[in-house]
C-alpha cells in the first residue's frame, strides 16, 4: 500500500500550459495549435501544427538569428 503525506492529497493536479488561439495563416481560420512561422517588419504570420508539417515551416524560435544590416 502505498502511503501519502496530507500535503500531497491536498495539492490539485498540475493544470496544462495555457494554449491561446490565434489565425492560421495558412489555410485562414482560427487554431489552438498556432504558433509563429513569419516574423517580419509589418507582418506576423502564425500556422497550425497540421499546416507546419504540411508546408514544412519551421517556428520563429528554431530559425537561426539573422543580424540586421
Do not use: N
Given at each position: 500500500m502505498k502511503s501519502t503525506s496530507k500535503a500531497q492529497a491536498d495539492e490539485p493536479p498540475p493544470s496544462?500550459?495555457?494554449?491561446?488561439?490565434?489565425?492560421c495563416a495558412r489555410h485562414e481560420s482560427y487554431s489552438n495549435t498556432a504558433r509563429l512561422v513569419r516574423d517580419s517588419s509589418g507582418a506576423r504570420l502564425f500556422a497550425c501544427s497540421s499546416c507546419r508539417e504540411a508546408y514544412d515551416l519551421p517556428l520563429v524560435g528554431d530559425q537561426p538569428c539573422t543580424p540586421a544590416s
Open positions: 496544462p500550459p495555457v494554449a491561446g488561439i490565434a489565425w
